[in-house]
């Protein structure tokens, strides 16, 4: 449940930073070094 809100969120994230202009709006309620993996897992699947 857990790692599925993560991933959940991980990938709102990556779509909300892919859509809007770049700009520092990344929450720091997530760590870098598990969000890192996650979306470049993500970003290698597809």
Do not use: D, K
Request: glycine share 2%; proline share 13%.
């Amino acid at each position: 449940m857990v790692v599925r809100v993560s991933i959940l969120r991980t990938v709102s994230i990556i779509g909300i930073r892919i859509n809007a202009p770049p700009a520092p709006t990344i929450p720091e309620t997530i760590p870098t070094n598990i969000a890192a993996p996650i979306a470049m897992t993500l970003l290698n699947v597809r």
